[in-house]
């Protein structure tokens, strides 16, 4: 401290000397006196001393600069970020070239960013004048490149963070916020080899072996992020951080097995953590055993009724087990509470999962009774989802004609478009005929009419329709995915292909359009690595999803891997007991396996669905003897 304020001390002495006769410092000399007093004031931790001797020198010099600055700085360190924020802006006003004055007000304005609105551009534009004057400080660079991360204009942090790290070669944290940067922006190649290079330098460093591993998960690189969280030092390995993120990245990778096994020790060790309960309960879902997961669950529900995330699984664990009821009532708890919580729309979408529920279960009278309620809700969109409910709920109890009656008169093009569908289903073709021309008259209705024509099953139709709104609007994902479908299903497969890859290009992570692709191949014995590839990320996704893990199983059927194969189409036939190309795909698979007694029990459950496409397993269970 003596050497830091050796000047001071002179200057004090000087002026000290010049007013030796007087009781007080000289008028002409009064703001410098105590512009250095309050330095050395605040140097002896009198804060309040040196803030009082400050407000003195700002008094007597309202136009010094550096009386401001110093002001500004002795307020920050006092924690009165408002009032240094009004000196460190006088003092720019006065010095907008000063090196010090930009630097003192860039750091509180950073101080301010995440609670006050425009304080982060006030910093960026202090620090890059900065720049301007001193083009090598490093913590105006760090600093820039921070704010410009935290407000997620990652491209804008890139070129500052990566000056400070030639400036400062090595230096771990500069690194890692230049990796994010990166990977934020789409340079995951240069992200990964650096944080690579950072795990290397570093291999005790828990946080760069989590940062990279984060990297690898969100590049869909699971299998890879487990086998460098199962590689962290010893000590580490057993931390509880590191075994949550591994079972989950297994999950996440498909690995079920040992992701459920890391999951359990855990539990084990650590009863209180909800984490790997959670975890289990998605585990078993995604294996289909549904029975051991309400068991994770349940607990969990009772503990958080309103999570969300918690309380759909739940209720999926029950529907899965023949319990609807039961998760009727769950949804029904958590939108109450909701309610009374004043969380309005968590509670609207509890009550929407639960009329889906009774929709699935074909339960009509109690969907009606969701549907009255939604048609006295606020939301326009809540009432046009009670109509369609309504509808649904009359026609599913056979009283088609009062359905229709419920739809009459209304202009909404998806009412209409329920409406035309169901005199279609009931034979009346002028009808219906003319409410779809009338609507394809309206704004987005043609695509309205195209999807009444799919669901149909007549995809011929609606290809012109989508076709004619292609040219118009090119944009639309699930325009593209109903137009991709709809030249599959009419036999155009190099259109639907194409139009799948250029679809998936634009949207990487749209799992529907990945297992139709991947399907669409598998189903033909072409591309299966690429195919294999597709289904394996949609599986990721969505793991619980039965078509999609049927695709994948199928996929390894067809390459080959018998073993993969019977393992997955046993997963999906728990997931969709009852659907006969899964419980077909199995009984090949358990064929080519050498389980025949099997093969013929999974065979006998297929023709038992009664699906007409189930037509050609009872060839294949005649071929092994069991046709009885």
């Not at 301007?132 to 490149?145: K, Y």
């Not at 890692?176 to 005790?204: F, Y």
């Not at 968590?346 to 529920?357: F, I, V």
């Amino acid at each position: 401290m003596r050497q830091r304020w050796q000047a001071p001390l002179l200057v004090l002495a000087v002026l000290l000397g010049s007013g030796a006769a007087a009781e007080e410092p000289p008028g002409g000399v009064s703001g410098a006196y105590d512009f250095v007093l309050a330095e050395l004031l605040a140097a002896e931790g009198e804060v309040d001393a040196a803030l009082e001797a400050f407000q003195r020198a700002r008094a007597a010099a309202p136009d010094d600069p550096f009386i401001r600055v110093g002001f500004a700085e002795l307020l920050f360190r006092a924690g009165r970020l408002e009032s240094a924020a009004e000196e460190a802006a006088a003092a720019h006003r006065l010095a907008p070239r000063e090196a010090h004055v930009l630097r003192v007000q860039a750091r509180i304005e950073m101080t301010r960013a995440d609670r006050v609105a425009g304080a982060a551009e006030v910093a960026v534009d202090a620090f890059e004048r900065l720049l301007e004057l001193e083009p090598g400080d490093v913590e105006a660079l760090v600093s820039v490149g921070q704010i410009h991360l935290a407000a997620g204009r990652s491209a804008r942090a890139v070129g500052p963070l990566g000056e400070a790290a030639r400036l400062r070669p090595g230096q771990p944290m500069i690194e890692t916020l230049l990796a994010r940067a990166l990977a934020a922006t789409g340079r995951n190649a240069d992200a990964e080899k650096l944080q690579r290079e950072l795990v290397a330098a570093q291999p005790e460093n828990l946080g760069r072996r989590l940062e990279l591993a984060d990297l690898l998960a969100e590049l869909g690189r699971h299998a890879e992020a487990a086998a460098l969280l199962a590689a962290a030092p010893q000590h580490q390995a057993g931390s509880l951080e590191v075994r949550r993120r591994l079972a989950h990245t297994l999950y996440l990778a498909g690995d079920l097995d040992a992701a459920r096994r890391i999951a359990e020790a855990t539990t084990a060790e650590h009863r209180d953590f909800g984490g790997a309960r959670l975890l289990l309960g998605l585990i078993e879902l995604a294996a289909g055993n549904f029975e051991p997961a309400r068991g994770w669950l349940e607990p969990l529900a009772r503990q958080a009724p309103l999570n969300e995330q918690i309380g759909d699984l739940y209720a999926r664990a029950l529907e899965r087990l023949g319990r609807v009821d039961e998760a009727a009532e769950v949804l029904l708890r958590r939108a109450a509470a909701l309610e009374t919580a004043g969380r309005a729309d968590e509670a609207a979408r509890a009550r929407l999962e639960r009329g889906r529920l009774f929709l699935r279960v074909e339960r009509f009278e109690e969907l009606e009774e969701v549907a009255a309620a939604l048609l006295q809700a606020e939301a326009a969109e809540l009432r046009e989802q009670g109509a369609v409910w309504l509808a649904d709920s009359l026609a599913g109890r056979g009283r088609a004609a009062e359905a229709i009656e419920a739809l009459a008169g209304s202009s909404s093009p998806a009412l209409v478009a329920r409406r035309a569908e169901l005199l279609l289903a009931e034979g009346r073709e002028a009808d219906a005929e003319a409410q779809l021309a009338d609507l394809a008259g309206q704004p987005g209705g043609e695509l309205r009419v195209a999807e009444v024509h799919q669901r149909r099953g007549d995809y011929a139709r609606s290809i012109p329709l989508l076709e004619s709104l292609d040219r118009r609007d090119g944009e639309s994902l699930e325009l593209h995915f109903r137009l991709a479908s709809a030249y599959e299903r009419t036999g155009r497969i190099e259109e639907a292909v194409a139009l799948f890859r250029s679809l998936l290009a634009r949207a990487p992570g749209f799992a529907p359009a990945m297992n139709y692709l991947g399907y669409l191949w598998i189903d033909r014995s072409e591309n299966l690595d690429e195919a294999l590839a597709l289904v394996r990320e949609a599986v990721r996704i969505d793991p619980d999803n039965g078509a999609y893990v049927d695709s994948l199983g199928w996929g390894y059927f067809k390459s080959g891997r018998t073993a993969e194969a019977v393992a997955y189409l046993e997963r999906a036939a728990r997931l969709l007991p009852e659907d006969a190309t899964v419980l077909e795909h199995l009984g090949d698979a358990l064929v080519a396996a050498g389980e025949v007694e099997r093969a013929r029990e999974v065979y006998r459950r297929a023709l038992a669905t009664g699906d007409a496409e189930a037509a050609g397993v009872a060839a294949k269970l005649e071929r092994l003897g069991g046709n009885s």
